[in-house]
């Protein structure tokens, strides 16, 4: 993955950082700590332009999450709702609550938005509620942008200051991440456990 990813981004410069940040947010297992530190050691070597490297990897960024949100559009309220009636241990979610957080969405939309596109195993995830609530896209597009330029230019940054050290922010974000995404598995895995013995318990026998 390493070789992949230093090789694309030697070869194609600022348009490969977007390439490879619109690929992370619809294909996760990419990492973007991985990927813009590597542009910001680039960029201190003078191979390419730390600016455009964020401005490239933002553009990157809110592509694959604007893929997302339309997603969340198609499925729509109604249709998670249906969805959940039927198979809601799965979703971890009963009809009540998809219609709650639709409403908390509403309330509180445009942080989830911002601060999720700072954490690792959130950030992809973050655009499909907004989606479902009908958050408008303005307003996505706003603090997708913003909160994925935060992102990207920490990264960068890190990377172009560390120089021939900008391996050290993978070594720092990735276990971050990883322990991120490995809770986010164990709270879905006992939610579904959860409801899965609700139902048993509704319907015994």
């Known amino acids: 993955m390493f ?5 694309w981004m030697s070869t194609l410069g600022h348009l490969g950082v977007a390439v490879l940040m619109l690929a992370e947010n619809v294909f996760p297992p990419i990492p973007s700590e991985l990927v813009m530190p590597f542009a910001g050691y680039l960029s201190a070597q003078g191979e390419l332009s730390l600016t455009l490297a964020i401005v490239a990897g933002t553009a ?9 949100y339309y997603i969340g559009i198609w499925i729509g309220e109604e249709r998670l709702c249906r969805f959940a009636e039927h198979h809601g241990a799965w979703l971890t979610l009963t009809p009540k609550e ?3 957080a639709s409403k908390w969405f509403e309330s509180y939309g445009w942080r989830a938005v911002f601060f999720g596109r700072m954490i690792p195993g959130v950030r992809t ?10 958050m408008p896209l303005w307003s996505f597009l706003l603090y997708t942008t913003l909160g ?15 120089e021939s050290q900008y391996e050290k922010v993978a070594s720092w974000m990735n ?3 990883t322990a991120v995404i490995v809770g986010l ?7 579904v456990f959860r409801q899965l013995s609700k139902r048993h318990d509704n319907h015994p026998g």
């Open 148 to 162: 994925s330029a935060v992102w990207t230019g920490l990264l960068a940054a890190a990377g172009y200051l560390l």
């Open 3 to 7: 070789d992949l990813i230093t090789s």
């Open 125 to 134: 995830l973050i655009s499909v509620p907004a989606g479902v609530a009908g």
């Open 185 to 191: 598995i164990g709270i879905y895995l006992f939610r």
């Open 60 to 68: 990157g960024s809110v592509l694959g999450a604007l893929l997302w």
């Open 98 to 100: 998809v219609e709650s």
């Open 175 to 177: 276990p971050v991440s």
